[in-house]
């Protein structure tokens, strides 16, 4: 199992967690078993074929576009986070 | 002078050889590199003008310093002082250590001066900046040479808000010669929650000009600039030329981008850092060196993922922790000391006391900072909305 950390913005489509345990060997895989329990983060990560230009996917601590992109690998206990921009710096 | 002391004298003048001014200054420009001055004065002499390229080690710690500042003992080693007695005295003193080749000058430095030759005068600070940042001169990665490059540079702050207000107070509290401050908002009472540089009486006070009470009132030192105005593309290139570091503490996308460009076209790192709710972030974009704000976000997100639109909250203590992480990265820069987050991202979670880190990457297709990169003509994504003033 990989765990998935989500941003705060996220949050929401996922019942508020902000770690979830998912199931797979490579990121689409670990993402299509994430959708499958919340369903809304689809819309908002990956509407189509494609992951969505504003948000950053990390395996580990690394941009999985300079890795495999969605064919990255994935290993249990590794950390796949999900990282959209934040505009706050809050006047 | 006793009996006593003139009998040292007479020794050291027996035992160490002499060389006048002009003999020294001639072999200065034969064979520079074979030899080494030092000066023995005391610092507030030194202080006053000393001869170039001479090293300053005073009577009072010479055998303590010496073997330290001169390593090489078969190397010439010409001593002087003010008048040509005391560099005698020394020079019998680094004879008994086993220097083997020691030169006093004769008429020390009164008759070098007297003679007209060039002399330099070492930038010193005030005794009041001496006690002031006293604990900056005691590190010594800081030192008086930290302090005075903190005092020569020039930081502009986008904002004089939640991330601006702790960073400003701290880059001035450390001395940096000279902040810019970017906003164009006045102080409102729900600002006080977390940005400290203002206060209950400045309500209705442009932020920029109560952010310049409050600094000078901690350290007067400080020039504050005061911009109040946004930044647009018809100032932003002009205003970021004048500044070395510029610390972003925005609140809205395309202030981001419109930054972003011009830190590329200008060549200024900036200082990133950004919160929401209990979470916060900071990174340095470094044109060139590293990734920039473009290769991490080519897009903004969408009005439901930009939390900037919502009516959003932040816990008034994160962005002091941020603000103060922005500062500390820029003082680094600044200083040239350890490894600036430059390729990285550091995140912080407040709530559950953790820091991570990502690692980010220079996007050689990066519309802005790439091979083909053309900065000045991207767009900025004004129809995302900002926070609510």
Redesign the interface.
């Known amino acids: 199992m990989a765990n998935i950390r989500l ?4 949050r929401a489509s996922a019942g508020g967690a902000k770690q979830v345990s998912v199931e797979g060997s490579t990121l689409a895989a670990a993402l299509s078993d994430l959708y499958l329990r919340f369903p809304a983060l689809k819309e ?1 990560i990956q509407p189509g074929e494609e992951l969505s ?4 996917v ?1 395996v580990n ?3 999985v ?2 890795l495999q992109g969605l064919e990255t690998g994935v290993q249990a206990g590794d950390t796949i ?1 999900l ?9 | 002078m006793g009996d006593a002391s003139r009998e040292i004298m007479r020794r050291a003048r027996q035992q160490v050889p002499e060389w006048s001014p002009g003999q020294v200054r001639e072999k200065l420009a034969d064979d520079g590199q074979d030899i080494v001055l030092v000066d023995v004065r005391e610092k507030l002499e030194w202080n006053e003008g000393h001869i170039p390229g001479a090293l300053h080690v005073p009577r009072g710690f010479l055998e303590l310093q010496i073997e330290e500042a001169v390593p090489d003992k078969s190397k010439t080693v010409v001593l002087y002082c003010a008048g040509g007695v005391r560099s005698l005295i020394a020079g019998s003193t680094l004879q008994q250590m086993g220097y083997d080749n020691v030169i006093s000058m004769s008429g020390g430095f009164g008759q070098w001066k007297n003679n007209g030759y060039g002399f330099v005068q070492p930038r010193v600070m005030t005794d009041a900046q001496a006690r002031r940042y006293s604990r900056h001169l005691l590190i010594p990665e800081v030192g008086e040479q930290g302090q005075f490059k903190l005092l020569d540079s020039r930081v502009l702050l986008i904002g004089a808000g939640g991330l601006g207000s702790p960073a400003a107070y701290y880059l001035a509290a450390a001395g940096v010669g000279t902040l810019g401050i970017i906003d164009a908002d006045v102080v409102d009472d729900s600002n006080l929650q977390r940005q400290i540089l203002h206060n209950t009486e400045r309500i209705g006070q442009y932020k920029a000009e109560s952010a310049r009470e409050t600094i000078k009132a901690l350290n007067p030192d400080v020039n504050v600039v005061t911009y109040l105005e946004r930044l647009d593309e018809t100032n932003v290139r002009r205003i970021i030329a004048d500044y070395d570091v510029i610390l972003d503490g925005t609140d809205n996308f395309p202030t981001r981008y419109l930054l972003n460009d011009a830190s590329i076209l200008e060549n200024k790192p900036v200082v990133h850092g950004s919160v929401f709710r209990f979470e916060g972030q900071v990174t340095v974009f470094k044109p060139y060196d590293g990734p920039c704000y473009r290769c991490l976000y080519p897009e903004p997100p969408p009005p439901a993922l930009a939390p900037s639109c919502a009516e959003a909250g932040v816990l008034g203590v994160l962005p002091g922790t941020i603000g103060l992480l922005q500062a500390t990265e820029t003082i680094k820069l600044l200083l040239k000391l350890g490894d600036p987050l430059v390729g990285r991202l550091m995140t912080y979670d407040a709530l559950a006391g953790e820091f991570n880190e990502l690692r980010l990457f220079r996007d050689p297709n990066c519309p802005a900072c790439g091979e083909h990169g053309h900065p000045e003509d991207l767009p900025t994504y004004a129809e995302v909305c900002a926070v609510p003033a």
């Open positions: 941003a705060p913005v996220l908002q230009r504003f948000i950053n990390y601590d690394q941009d576009r300079y986070t990282l959209p921009a934040m505009a706050g710096g809050f006047d």
